[in-house]
């Protein structure tokens, strides 16, 4: 079984690969799609070292989604440094641009996700306090 430390150096790799692609590619828009992903997937990465819990979250990660990222923004790279453009170039070159928003969208997602539990512990933990202190007569909001 891969450790987590493996997995995190793995997810790093990917990050400067992310980066490198985007250095190639050409274009405001698109460059600004990337970096937003890049930014993202280091997020999750950091997440995953401060939560060894979320190994599971990270491996699906390194197993499917970032190395088809990295083969898309290298095909994308590769078709935009062509000398002359063509239907087909443009075509794929949308349908990666259109895939990078859902992709987005996905690492976002994945990244509010690793937050669930400390979402319930919150919650739970204010809950608990706030009965205590009602009931200790502390809140103003005490019944009389």
Do not use: W
């Not at 790799?13 to 992310?18: G, H, L, P, R, V």
């Not at 828009?29 to 890049?38: G, H, P, Q």
């Not at 491996?59 to 790279?77: E, Q």
């Not at 937050?115 to 019944?143: A, P, W």
């Amino acid at each position: 079984s891969v450790s987590q430390l493996e997995i995190i150096r793995q997810g790093e790799a990917y990050i400067k690969e992310i980066h490198a692609c985007n250095d190639a590619i050409e274009g405001a828009e698109i460059s600004a799609k990337i970096d937003r992903m890049e930014n993202s997937v280091r997020m999750i990465i950091a997440r995953a070292k401060e939560r060894p819990t979320l190994t599971d979250t990270l491996r699906r990660l390194m197993n499917y989604y970032l190395p088809t990222t990295v083969k898309l923004l290298h095909a994308y790279a590769d078709l935009d440094k062509q000398q002359k453009s063509s239907s087909n170039i443009e075509k794929s070159k949308r349908e990666i641009e259109d895939t990078i928003d859902v992709l987005n969208d996905a690492y976002d997602r994945l990244f509010d996700d690793m937050f669930v539990d400390t979402s319930l512990d919150i919650s739970t933990d204010v809950e608990v306090m706030r009965t205590m202190l009602e009931r200790e007569g502390l809140t103003g909001n005490e019944r009389k």
